[in-house]
């Protein structure tokens, strides 16, 4: 009995994830880290399947439950957020964008969202595939992924993309993820949230239960930013989710309906 035991924990470890006992626990890889693999659905703290906690209203929801919390698109800032500390110049510069109703979003011509947006939007899943050596990110959200290695050299090539060079390590039970190399297209956290090149990100992953990740992000843009900018999001596990095909492109109607007002001289702006 004791070697059938023992052959059964092998057979365990060899497979690469270790379950920790009890529903509440976090699962493990085979070396004792907690496991980040699943899809996930960013800046909610509803547990359950993606409609059981997608029953509110708007953006995104099945409308099923009224009452139900509602789904914040990347625009919207939750309450008790910290704002952007940007310089006064570039704090004037978001300014414009919001009053002009946020018709310069990257995201309306169809470009990826970058980070951490990308992460914290809730509208669409996201997929994590972890292994010994690197930890694949998917984002249904315009298509768009990032391969993580683990206590890697940057290459030398790098070239400013959107989603930005990342690498990560292990600090404790915390996944950290140092990104650089961004270009200027995107923006960080809502509308005109812009930065530069100069864009250096660092992203914490604590998976504190079977369900949930707690997400944290420090934001360093020396060029607009007067301080490091820290935001705090959770993710949570979206079993029987899929990732599936999204094409902005194909009906993405927005860029000409402005540009029609704006010719019009329609009154649209909020200044």
């Known amino acids: 009995m004791r070697a059938l035991v023992i052959a059964a924990v092998i057979a365990v470890a060899a497979s ?38 997608n029953r509110g209203v708007g953006v995104g929801g099945s409308g ?34 919001y ?17 951490p947006r ?6 669409f899943p996201q997929q994590f595939v972890q292994t010994r050596d690197q930890i694949v990110m998917l984002y249904e959200y315009m298509n768009v992924f990032r391969v993580i290695p683990f206590n890697a050299k940057r290459p030398d ?3 400013p993309s959107y ?15 140092d990104v650089i190399g961004f270009n200027d297209k995107t923006w960080l956290a809502g509308t005109g949230t812009f930065h530069t090149d100069a864009l250096h990100i660092t992203e914490r992953y604590t998976r504190v239960d079977r369900d949930q990740i707690n997400y944290e992000v420090t934001i360093e843009d020396p060029n607009v930013l007067t301080r490091p900018w820290t935001l705090r999001s959770t993710l ?11 094409v902005c492109a194909e009906n993405n109607i927005d860029p000409d309906r402005y540009e029609k007002l704006l010719n019009e001289g329609v009154k649209f702006t909020r200044d």
């Open 118 to 123: 990308i992460v914290m939007l809730g509208l």
């Open 99 to 115: 009053n002009r109703r946020g018709i310069d979003d990257p995201t309306g011509l169809c470009l990826p969202a970058g980070i």
């Open 64 to 97: 099923v439950d009224p009452s139900a919390p509602t789904v914040l698109s990347s625009n919207d800032r939750p309450e008790g957020r910290e704002a952007a500390p940007y310089q006064p110049w570039a704090a004037k510069r978001v300014v414009e964008a």
């Open 16 to 53: 690469g994830i270790v379950s920790a006992q009890g529903p509440g626990s976090v699962p493990r890889t085979a070396e004792g880290k907690p496991d980040l693999t699943g899809v996930w659905q960013g800046g909610s703290t509803q547990r359950g399947t993606w409609e059981e906690a």
């Open 236 to 246: 949570m596990l979206r079993e029987g989710t899929r990732l599936q095909e999204m």
């Open 157 to 159: 090539d790098i070239i």
């Open 163 to 177: 989603m930005g060079n990342s690498v990560a390590q292990w600090e404790g039970d915390t996944l950290v993820i």
